[in-house]
């Protein structure tokens, strides 16, 4: 078992990401490239970090596939510098979270008006549970309330019953 630096919670013996809060374990900030890839030339610089499927950085964009109503949502994050709310629009008030999840039966399957909130930190996007009433769950994990924790290429998350796929696309700063 390892002690993650951040939490201090105990991790199984060869991860590099916290389990619980997804802190780089490795105090260095750099991780090993695994055994079984080939090393290419851009691996050559051994001060560049290694955050695998986490890294979210301005050549990142963000696809939400909603899995039941078979949508694609394209998320530009850094037209949203404070964050993007998701959840679903309030029908009394008609105010609506930049990721409006309303037309999909969120309602119907548990999503909480401001339900979770996407944000970048430190080059990577991180997801908090906004205080939701029927959680939110990232591989079948409850996230605990108002406590971050970082998202990877091909994480689902679950808010109340409605599934989302995550993925990441590389763009050229020209496609933006």
Known sequence: MV???????????????????????????????PKTRQLQDSDNDENQPRWGSARFDRNTRLFLRLVEAGQLIDVD???????????RRDPETNERPEVDLAPYDANEQGVSRRHARLHVQEDALRITDLGSANFTFLNGLKLTPHQ???????DELRLGRFKIQVTFASVHSDDR
């Open 148 to 154: 971050s924790r970082i998202l990877r290429d091909g």
């Open 3 to 33: 002690k993650c630096p951040n939490c201090k919670r105990e991790n199984p013996d060869g991860v590099d990401v916290c389990v619980y809060c997804g802190h780089l374990i490795d105090p260095t900030g750099i991780r090993k490239q």
């Open 77 to 87: 994050m850094f037209n949203y510098p404070q964050g993007v709310v998701i959840g």
